[in-house]
């Protein structure tokens, strides 16, 4: 090894000597790496950042020989943005689930889980190392018996798991926060003699982190076994059609009926259900929840569509603006405006004679048709391996493509929101002004906070929160703002010696093309105007840019504009009706940004890296989904 | 037709030994109603009759047999006399007068056709139809002359010859000298092709596989401006057209500077090599309706021979705008076997453990 490196620089000094070195040649490639972890700079008005994370989240500096030897990959798919001290829950909890699935329920031969750090805010994580032969022989005698299980009893273990997410969402939306009333019940002396309300508030405290806990078990349940089953076909078609992209072989597989889709159908049930019964134009003048309350409640047609309203929401508008992980996301249940004037617009496009069907069948012809032709290449020797890999994927992948919603879009939902119940209790006693303040608070904070206050409301005294909370709080706000606006590396630490982890390269697109891409880019190289990622649905389109880094900011978007975002969620697929393209920073072979414009016959590149960063609002680009390229036109402005 | 030409359309596959590979595959894609240029055959007996007549055969046997071939000097000496040889003898008139009436009759029915004048001197194309199996010794024996704009009987029977001849370069003597002379024999049978001159403005070949990884699932179109010599020559880098099959539709395009071409020589004969004006030569040489028009033949061609294929073609455009495609030749593309061969090279190891762990799981091997 040393002799090795020794040659490759000494080489690398004697070719920098013979020949002056361009500015490109600065940058030899045996020094080439990303930032070292440990000198990350604290970004100005940050400082006191480490405080909102919990200590094993961060780098620790008596551990960095080991941490700075790694390297770090962001994880800018399931955190896009600086992490709110409480939202660390679905840090801790989502890389426990998927952590104890792989490497202590299934045993997953080559590949444990994940380790994972948190800087100026940002989510960053590191394979932890692969076992060796004997414990991968050790591992695979398990691995068989536990994951050929699963495979074997496949749609009855779905259809059960299915029954306990279900619980799962019911038993959160249930817990009760007792309200600290002023006496305990009578019959609490009378009758039952248990827990004081004092305990109970820490119990059901406890039972919210237990569930926003085991969620993600329930999550990670299907996960790899569902990525490694639909990975067999993957490869089998790659090697057969070395050309074919990630998102032919995905449609071979998926469903044409996924629950995904499910909240914008009901949008479109609703539009039409409004016409029918006469309410339209009263539908269409609202655009806040109240006003559609009062346009509508005087008649019995509008009660009516009210209550057909009422039965949409209640599982399906349980819906994320973003990825669901963090609180501020907040879901089309907790703000109506997005719904609202996606069903108006569908109102306008029935007017316009548009029947708004999803064309299930077209889809499930295009899907079949795909499959015939593709066997229609292939030698008569290997379509039984063809099939048979199929046949798996499609058992499989109805849980890959289903337990989003019902995970990060109805749970979570309903975990956060939960949370501000408590939240607004410790208002009530003077803790905070803002229910949305208790995010800014760590799980283990908020349990000091509830014996504070539990203490306080035995004792019928006044809790000290107030006197404590309030700054750290304001300071916090500060310091999130800060860390906002600080630009996180793609990755930390030494480039990868070999990137051929096949679940890494499929749930993170982390490729050596894609190593190679971050380098370029951080060492000032690669074209400026010129964007590469993934192609994820075809044809070509030019417009304007609107980049959009928040859900918040949806409601800019205007019509024929081109959507530039980090990461596009499911319950954006409203919006997709009005833009003429897509491009995202981040994008797996599951990206739902490419299954929506596809189906909208949108171009759209996925994965390009750096589009929100190298993009302004208002510039002129061209979207080329077929090349997977997005090219920018204008000059940039103001640089 | 006679003994020594048969037109395409009476020929298919299974005439290889009679007329060669090349014109036997023409007659094929005739049969099958693809867009062939018409023309003829000049068959094997032409050549094995002339040889026969002029006592040919065993003077050439002696001159290649006593070539030495590993001495340049004495292999070229060898290629001057055969080539004096089957150049100066008499050509017996019975083959003479069967590839005049052959050529003709081509181009007066061809005259009628597009209704012009030139009723004797219709320009065609000559070009050698090798009769041995892969072709890849067809190019050691020299079998793989072509001519174009060949107008005139006189100068067809000459080009006919010439193709004759061109079994006699140095590198095909020194191959067929190493053989014994049962196989030199076989090895110097010979066809020629007869076949109507495409008018192409642009021209170019077509692979129903991809060459860059054997996926068959692809279809790649290489065209430039002019004839096609440019691009089967590599003299042109060419514009690109991928495709998907299902469909077809189109994926990408790679549009080249086409800094050359090959045109008609003004004097009506042969061809020319010129620059392309500064304002074509970086725009595209094919439309997307030409291009999926292309794709669309070749997943006939590739579903007549039941395997990928690799098609030369040319393009010409009436005055109307829209554009007649003319299949010049097709041939079996072998290298998608060998690319099968290697599939899994690029399985990396790991996934390749992974997916052994998943498959054992899944058939319940425990």
Same mark, same amino acid.
């Given at each position: 090894?040393?002799?090795?490196?020794?040659?490759?620089?000494?080489?690398?000094?004697?070719?920098?000597?013979?020949?002056?070195?361009?500015?490109?040649?600065?940058?030899?490639?045996?020094?080439?790496?990303?930032?070292?972890?440990?000198?990350?700079?604290?970004?100005?008005?940050?400082?006191?950042?480490?405080?909102?994370?919990?200590?094993?989240?961060?780098?620790?500096?008596?551990?960095?020989?080991?941490?700075?030897?790694?390297?770090?990959?962001?994880?800018?798919?399931?955190?896009?943005?600086?992490?709110?001290?409480?939202?660390?829950?679905?840090?801790?909890?989502?890389?426990?689930?998927?952590?104890?699935?792989?490497?202590?329920?299934?045993?997953?031969?080559?590949?444990?889980?994940?380790?994972?750090?948190?800087?100026?805010?940002?989510?960053?994580?590191?394979?932890?190392?692969?076992?060796?032969?004997?414990?991968?022989?050790?591992?695979?005698?398990?691995?068989?018996?536990?994951?050929?299980?699963?495979?074997?009893?496949?749609?009855?273990?779905?259809?059960?798991?299915?029954?306990?997410?279900?619980?799962?969402?019911?038993?959160?939306?249930?817990?009760?926060?007792?309200?600290?009333?002023?006496?305990?019940?009578?019959?609490?002396?009378?009758?039952?003699?248990?827990? %004081?309300?004092?305990?109970?508030?820490?119990?059901?405290?406890?039972?919210?982190?237990?569930?926003?806990?085991?969620?993600?078990?329930?999550?990670?349940?299907?996960?790899?076994?569902?990525?490694?089953?639909?990975?067999?076909?993957?490869?089998?078609?790659?090697?057969?059609?070395?050309?074919?992209?990630?998102?032919?072989?995905?449609?071979?597989?998926?469903?044409?009926?996924?629950?995904?889709?499910?909240?914008?159908?009901?949008?479109?049930?609703?539009?039409?259900?409004?016409?029918?019964?006469?309410?339209?134009?009263?539908?269409?003048?609202?655009?806040?929840?109240?006003?559609?309350?009062?346009?509508?409640?005087?008649?019995?047609?509008?009660?009516?569509?009210?209550?057909?309203?009422?039965?949409?929401?209640?599982?399906?508008?349980?819906?994320?603006?973003?990825?669901?992980?963090?609180?501020?996301?907040?879901?089309?249940?907790?703000?109506?405006?997005?719904?609202?004037?996606?069903?108006?617009?569908?109102?306008?496009?029935?007017? &316009?004679?548009?029947?708004?069907?999803?064309?299930?069948?077209?889809?499930?012809?295009?899907?079949?048709?795909?499959?015939?032709?593709?066997?229609?290449?292939?030698?008569?020797?290997?379509?039984?391996?063809?099939?048979?890999?199929?046949?798996?994927?499609?058992?499989?992948?109805?849980?890959?493509?289903?337990?989003?919603?019902?995970?990060?879009?109805?749970?979570?939902?309903?975990?956060?929101?939960?949370?501000?119940?408590?939240?607004?209790?410790?208002?009530?006693?003077?803790?905070?002004?803002?229910?949305?303040?208790?995010?800014?608070?760590?799980?283990?904070?908020?349990?000091?906070?509830?014996?504070?206050?539990?203490?306080?409301?035995?004792?019928?005294?006044?809790?000290?929160?107030?006197?404590?909370?309030?700054?750290?709080?304001?300071?916090?706000?500060?310091?999130?703002?800060?860390?906002?606006?600080?630009?996180?590396?793609?990755?930390? &630490?030494?480039?990868?010696?070999?990137?051929?982890?096949?679940?890494?390269?499929?749930?993170?697109?982390?490729?050596?093309? %894609?190593?190679?891409?971050?380098?370029?880019?951080?060492?000032?190289?690669?074209?400026?105007?010129?964007?590469?990622?993934?192609?994820?649905?075809?044809?070509?389109?030019?417009?304007?840019?609107?980049?959009?880094?928040?859900?918040?900011?949806?409601?800019?978007?205007?019509?024929?504009?081109?959507?530039?975002?980090?990461?596009?969620?499911?319950?954006?697929?409203?919006?997709?009706?009005?833009?003429?393209?897509?491009?995202?920073?981040?994008?797996?072979?599951?990206?739902?940004?490419?299954?929506?414009?596809?189906?909208? &016959?949108?171009?759209?590149?996925?994965?390009?890296?750096?589009?929100?960063?190298?993009?302004?609002?208002?510039?002129?680009?061209?979207?080329?989904?077929?090349?997977?390229?997005?090219?920018?036109?204008?000059?940039?402005?103001?640089? | 037709?006679?003994?020594?030409?048969?037109?395409?359309?009476?020929?298919?596959?299974?005439?290889?030994?009679?007329?060669?590979?090349?014109?036997?595959?023409?007659?094929?894609?005739?049969?099958?109603?693809?867009?062939?240029?018409?023309?003829?055959?000049?068959?094997?007996?032409?050549?094995?009759?002339?040889?026969?007549?002029?006592?040919?055969?065993?003077?050439?046997?002696?001159?290649?047999?006593?070539?030495?071939?590993?001495?340049?000097?004495?292999?070229?000496?060898?290629?001057?006399?055969?080539?004096?040889?089957?150049?100066?003898?008499?050509?017996?008139?019975?083959?003479?007068?069967?590839?005049?009436?052959?050529?003709?009759?081509?181009?007066?029915?061809?005259?009628?056709?597009?209704?012009?004048?030139?009723?004797?001197?219709?320009?065609?194309?000559?070009?050698?139809?090798?009769?041995?199996?892969?072709?890849?010794?067809?190019?050691?024996?020299?079998?793989?002359?072509?001519?174009?704009?060949?107008?005139?009987?006189?100068?067809?029977?000459?080009?006919?010859?010439?193709?004759?001849?061109?079994?006699?370069?140095?590198?095909?003597?020194?191959?067929?000298?190493?053989?014994?002379?049962?196989?030199?024999?076989?090895?110097?049978?010979?066809?020629?092709?007869?076949?109507?001159?495409?008018?192409?403005?642009?021209?170019?070949?077509?692979?129903?596989?991809?060459?860059?990884?054997?996926?068959?699932?692809?279809?790649?179109?290489?065209?430039?401006?002019?004839?096609?010599?440019?691009?089967?020559?590599?003299?042109?880098?060419?514009?690109?057209?991928?495709?998907?099959?299902?469909?077809?539709?189109?994926?990408?395009?790679?549009?080249?500077?086409?800094?050359?071409?090959?045109?008609?020589?003004?004097?009506?004969?042969?061809?020319?090599?010129?620059?392309?004006?500064?304002?074509?030569?970086?725009?595209?040489?094919?439309?997307?309706?030409?291009?999926?028009?292309?794709?669309?033949?070749?997943?006939?061609?590739?579903?007549?021979?039941?395997?990928?294929?690799?098609?030369?073609?040319?393009?010409?455009?009436?005055?109307?705008?829209?554009?007649?495609?003319?299949?010049?030749?097709?041939?079996?593309?072998?290298?998608?076997?060998?690319?099968?061969?290697?599939?899994?090279?690029?399985?990396?190891?790991?996934?390749?453990?992974?997916?052994?762990?998943?498959?054992?799981?899944?058939?319940?091997?425990?």
């Amino acid at each position: 090894m040393t002799t090795t490196d020794n040659a490759v620089e000494e080489n690398a000094v004697e070719e920098g000597a013979a020949a002056k070195p361009s500015s490109s040649d600065v940058t030899t490639p045996t020094e080439r790496s990303f930032p070292d972890p440990y000198e990350i700079e604290t970004p100005e008005g940050a400082e006191g950042w480490e405080d909102m994370y919990a200590y094993h989240n961060r780098f620790l500096p008596s551990r960095q020989a080991e941490d700075s030897a790694k390297t770090w990959f962001r994880n800018s798919l399931h955190y896009p943005e600086v992490s709110y001290p409480f939202d660390q829950v679905t840090i801790d909890g989502a890389f426990t689930g998927t952590g104890v699935t792989n490497t202590r329920v299934f045993a997953l031969p080559p590949a444990k889980g994940l380790d994972v750090r948190v800087i100026n805010g940002y989510t960053y994580m590191s394979t932890i190392a692969s076992p060796d032969a004997d414990e991968q022989a050790r591992r695979a005698e398990e691995f068989g018996k536990r994951a050929g299980y699963y495979f074997q009893n496949w749609d009855a273990l779905y259809a059960e798991w299915e029954g306990r997410v279900t619980t799962a969402i019911r038993a959160v939306r249930d817990i009760e926060v007792p309200p600290l009333s002023e006496f305990e019940s009578l019959e609490r002396v009378t009758e039952d003699r248990g827990p %004081t309300q004092a305990n109970q508030l820490l119990v059901a405290y406890h039972r919210l982190l237990e569930h926003g806990d085991q969620i993600w078990t329930l999550h990670s349940e299907f996960l790899n076994l569902g990525y490694a089953a639909y990975l067999q076909f993957l490869t089998l078609c790659k090697e057969h059609f070395p050309e074919i992209d990630d998102q032919t072989i995905s449609r071979m597989v998926s469903g044409v009926d996924v629950l995904l889709f499910r909240p914008d159908d009901e949008l479109r049930a609703l539009a039409r259900r409004a016409e029918e019964l006469g309410v339209g134009e009263l539908v269409i003048a609202a655009t806040t929840e109240a006003e559609l309350l009062s346009n509508l409640a005087d008649s019995e047609a509008g009660q009516t569509w009210l209550s057909a309203l009422d039965v949409s929401k209640d599982p399906w508008f349980s819906f994320s603006y973003g990825s669901g992980m963090y609180h501020s996301h907040r879901s089309w249940i907790d703000d109506l405006r997005l719904p609202i004037q996606a069903i108006g617009d569908y109102i306008h496009r029935l007017r &316009g004679g548009d029947d708004l069907t999803r064309p299930i069948d077209k889809l499930q012809k295009e899907r079949d048709e795909l499959v015939t032709h593709y066997r229609s290449l292939l030698d008569e020797e290997d379509l039984p391996a063809f099939n048979e890999t199929l046949a798996l994927s499609r058992t499989v992948f109805p849980y890959v493509e289903n337990h989003n919603f019902y995970i990060e879009h109805w749970f979570l939902t309903n975990f956060w929101n939960k949370a501000r119940e408590f939240s607004s209790l410790m208002q009530k006693w003077g803790f905070w002004n803002d229910v949305e303040d208790i995010f800014f608070l760590r799980r283990a904070e908020v349990e000091e906070a509830i014996v504070d206050l539990q203490m306080a409301w035995s004792a019928g005294g006044n809790p000290q929160g107030g006197h404590h909370w309030p700054a750290i709080i304001t300071r916090r706000k500060q310091i999130y703002e800060a860390l906002s606006n600080w630009n996180p590396p793609p990755a930390l &630490g030494p480039v990868p010696g070999e990137v051929n982890e096949p679940l890494t390269i499929m749930l993170w697109g982390i490729t050596p093309e %894609t190593v190679e891409r971050w380098l370029t880019a951080q060492d000032g190289g690669g074209s400026r105007t010129q964007l590469t990622g993934f192609a994820g649905s075809p044809g070509i389109a030019e417009g304007r840019a609107r980049v959009v880094l928040r859900p918040d900011q949806l409601d800019t978007v205007q019509d024929g504009e081109i959507l530039v975002s980090p990461v596009t969620s499911p319950s954006w697929t409203p919006v997709f009706g009005r833009i003429r393209a897509s491009v995202s920073d981040i994008g797996g072979i599951m990206c739902h940004a490419a299954i929506v414009s596809r189906e909208y &016959g949108l171009p759209a590149v996925v994965g390009t890296g750096f589009g929100t960063t190298t993009i302004k609002t208002g510039q002129l680009i061209r979207v080329d989904g077929n090349a997977g390229t997005v090219t920018i036109l204008d000059e940039p402005t103001g640089v | 037709m006679g003994k020594y030409t048969r037109k395409f359309t009476e020929l298919n596959r299974h005439d290889r030994p009679l007329v060669g590979g090349k014109c036997a595959s023409l007659g094929e894609m005739v049969q099958a109603g693809l867009p062939v240029p018409d023309g003829f055959a000049v068959t094997v007996d032409a050549y094995e009759d002339y040889r026969d007549a002029s006592n040919l055969r065993q003077e050439l046997l002696r001159i290649v047999l006593g070539a030495d071939a590993q001495n340049h000097a004495s292999l070229q000496q060898a290629h001057n006399e055969s080539v004096a040889l089957i150049l100066g003898s008499e050509l017996p008139a019975a083959i003479e007068q069967e590839i005049r009436t052959a050529y003709l009759a081509l181009s007066r029915e061809t005259a009628t056709r597009r209704g012009t004048d030139d009723a004797d001197r219709i320009p065609v194309a000559v070009r050698s139809s090798a009769t041995d199996e892969d072709g890849d010794a067809a190019s050691f024996a020299g079998q793989q002359e072509t001519y174009l704009w060949v107008v005139g009987a006189d100068d067809v029977i000459d080009k006919v010859r010439e193709c004759w001849a061109s079994l006699y370069t140095p590198q095909a003597i020194a191959y067929r000298s190493e053989l014994s002379v049962a196989d030199a024999s076989e090895a110097s049978k010979i066809s020629v092709a007869v076949q109507l001159m495409a008018t192409a403005d642009v021209a170019g070949v077509t692979f129903t596989v991809s060459p860059r990884t054997g996926d068959r699932s692809v279809i790649a179109i290489n065209a430039s401006w002019g004839l096609g010599q440019s691009v089967v020559s590599g003299e042109v880098t060419p514009d690109e057209y991928w495709l998907n099959k299902l469909g077809p539709t189109l994926t990408t395009t790679r549009i080249a500077s086409k800094a050359h071409e090959y045109v008609p020589a003004p004097g009506g004969t042969g061809v020319l090599f010129r620059d392309v004006e500064v304002e074509r030569r970086d725009i595209a040489c094919l439309t997307e309706a030409e291009v999926l028009q292309l794709a669309e033949i070749a997943l006939r061609v590739e579903k007549h021979y039941g395997c990928p294929q690799d098609i030369e073609w040319a393009l010409e455009h009436h005055a109307d705008g829209t554009a007649k495609v003319m299949l010049l030749q097709s041939r079996p593309e072998t290298n998608w076997k060998k690319r099968k061969e290697e599939k899994s090279k690029n399985t990396t190891k790991g996934t390749a453990n992974l997916l052994g762990f998943v498959a054992a799981a899944t058939k319940g091997d425990n």
